[in-house]
């Protein structure tokens, strides 16, 4: 009933808006002010903002609603972002810190927003980002610079040639009440361990696809189970690149030309991602795990403030004890979570310092002799990196204690020539069969020299 009210106080507000005030209804909202909700928002149960429209978590039937425009607006007393909508959706926000984001979740929706307006970094947004977070669930999440408290959602139906708009005040607030609101939402929170269940069961489902393939004999890995990770999606792109190529698709291409590939040749192959859906990191090692897989590959591109380093490199898991670059690159990679808004509290957090039992020794040597065999074969196909192109870094991806896997950062993105030939068909179709060789050399039987025979 307050929604309500404040919905047609605000409908009130603009019905008299004189035409000299400009034909932006927003402005106009933002000299009424005082009558805009104050109430930060409750996070215990989703509002239903209107009832016929798709909510969090749903596909729209039909086409998606599109997100046409969003516009920051900074304020002495609040900072606002309006969203423009061309259908009513239900949205729902809620606060996590550490560091201290917002999140706005919304159905499945289609951005074409260009290039919006970046906010001035001085406000109480330092940045934000969106797009899809997992199917039926887009996002945007916003980078704070300081404690706020998030009003209620104001959606102002269509007027003056706009669609829908989504208001969403900011207040400034302190650590306390900013802390004391902080958190998932539970029936998220759970969804999320549900996610990683569901990832398991389907795993396990797969065993005799297993079976068939490694009695057709393919090749020497015949049957073997390889998972792919093309690194980030949705909402988080990873880096991009000088030619405007994105991290996030080159590796979904480069991933799925991969697992075409080594199935071809007799492997198991699963993906962690195969469309433009963000998955977090510990979804993509709880996937690894239940397949039992024999090998996982995560597949990146690098960024350098030096435009001139180019070449690509290969990571294995380290304890820690890695050089200043590659602590530089892990931090870089395991941001992912913390850029899409996934909670990170539990024993999984990504962030936190990476424990390596003894078990894991042989894991990682099995990763490391991979990464060799790896080198070796893409170093006629690609550049390598100039200096130490096998490293170790504590990646989070790469942290299952029983499957031996890698990090392939294919190339800088920084670099015009590498950015350049990471776009071509060419490169790709060579690059995924070099990795494909090294797969199969991995898992063939060792040669009697290998073995120690004459
Ligand atoms: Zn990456």
Redesign the pocket.
């Known amino acids: 009933m307050r929604v309500l009210a404040i919905f047609l106080t605000v409908l009130g507000a603009l019905v008299l808006a004189p035409a000299a005030m400009g034909d932006d209804p927003i402005s106009h909202l933002m000299k009424s002010a005082g009558k805009l909700p104050q109430a930060p928002a409750d996070t215990a149960a989703p509002k239903v903002q209107n009832a016929s429209a798709p909510g969090v978590g749903t596909k729209p039937r039909g086409p998606l609603p599109i997100v046409m425009s969003a516009r920051i607006g900074e304020h002495d007393d609040r900072t606002r972002l309006v969203l423009e909508l061309s259908d009513p959706v239900n949205l729902r926000t809620f606060v996590l810190a550490n560091p201290d984001r917002v999140v706005i979740d919304m159905p499945e929706v289609s951005w074409r927003i260009g290039a919006p307006p970046r906010p001035s970094g001085f406000g109480a947004i330092k940045s934000y980002r969106y797009g899809q977070f997992r199917a039926g669930n887009s996002r945007m999440v916003l980078d704070l610079n300081q404690p706020v408290s998030v009003s209620d959602t104001l959606v102002i139906p269509p007027t003056g040639g706009f669609g829908y708009r989504v208001v969403i005040d900011l207040f400034p607030s302190n650590r306390a009440r900013f802390d004391a609101k902080a958190g998932w939402p539970a029936d998220l929170k759970k969804r999320e361990s549900d996610a990683e269940k569901l990832a398991a069961m389907i795993a396990a489902s797969q065993a005799p696809e297993r079976e068939a393939a490694r009695r057709s004999g393919k090749g020497p890995g015949a049957g073997k189970v390889i998972v792919i990770d093309p690194?980030?999606g949705g909402l988080d792109s990873?880096?991009s690149g000088v030619n405007g190529l994105l991290?996030k698709d080159l590796?979904l291409a480069e991933g799925l030309r991969l697992s075409k590939a080594l199935k071809a040749r007799g492997y198991v192959v699963h993906m962690t991602r195969s469309d433009d859906t963000f998955i977090p990191l510990r979804q993509r090692v709880a996937i690894a795990r239940a397949d039992k897989a024999d090998l996982m590959i995560s597949l990146?591109?690098?960024s350098n403030p030096d435009s001139n380093v180019t070449g690509l490199s290969i990571y294995t898991l380290s304890d820690g004890r890695s050089d200043r670059e590659a602590s530089a690159l892990a931090k870089?990679?395991n941001q992912?979570d913390i850029i899409a808004g996934v909670d990170l509290s539990g024993d999984n957090n990504p962030v936190a310092p990476i424990l390596i039992d003894l078990a894991q020794r042989d894991t990682i040597n099995k990763s490391s002799r991979f990464a060799t065999t790896a080198l070796s074969r893409l170093k006629p196909v690609t550049d390598i990196l100039a200096r130490s192109p096998h490293r170790s870094a504590s990646l989070a991806v790469l942290v299952a204690p029983d499957v031996p896997a890698v990090l392939i950062?294919l190339g800088y993105l920084s670099n015009r020539s590498d950015a350049a030939q990471m776009n071509t068909d060419a490169w790709r179709a060579r690059v995924a069969r070099a990795i494909a060789d090294a797969v199969d050399a991995h898992f063939a039987p060792p040669t009697r020299q290998a073995r120690g025979e004459p």
Do not use: L, P, Y
Request: net charge negative; glycine share 16%; hydrophobic share 15%.
């Open positions: 690194g980030h990873g880096t991290e590796v990146h591109a690098d870089r990679e992912s950062e």
